[in-house]
């Protein structure tokens, strides 16, 4: 696992933080404090930036690279879902005939409510 720190460079981002979270109901699971994370196929916030929400913000605190293998019951939950098959199917839900790959890499972004 690779973490972005104040110590370690980041790569350059792919997208922008007010594209981290866009889904209706992950918005409303953020709000409600049920979802403190998101995975990305890119990185779309540096650590510190800020990402409103409905008029509320939220600052990403942490930023690093997971394969889809090291997630874990504690990781899906933070993603806002009950377990980690209930967020797989999710995800699979979203990307209609993509596998899920144990070694494919995603950006995880972490963020709390400011």
Not at 36 to 60: C, I, K, Q, S, W
Not at 64 to 85: F, I, K
Not at 89 to 111: D, Y
Request: aromatic share 6%; with cysteine.
């Amino acid at each position: 696992m690779v973490q972005g720190t104040a110590n370690q460079e980041l790569p350059a981002k792919t997208c922008t933080v007010d594209r981290l979270v866009t889904m209706p109901r992950d918005v409303e699971k953020v709000i409600a404090g049920r979802k403190t994370a998101t995975r990305r196929n890119g990185r779309y916030a540096d650590p510190g930036e800020v990402m409103t929400l409905d008029g509320r913000e939220f600052v990403v605190d942490r930023v690093y690279v997971q394969t889809l293998g090291e997630v874990t019951e504690d990781d899906a939950r933070r993603e806002g879902h009950q377990s980690l098959d209930e967020y797989r199917q999710a995800i699979l839900s979203i990307h209609p005939g993509m596998p899920w790959v144990p070694t494919m890499r995603v950006w995880v972004h972490e963020f709390r409510a400011l």
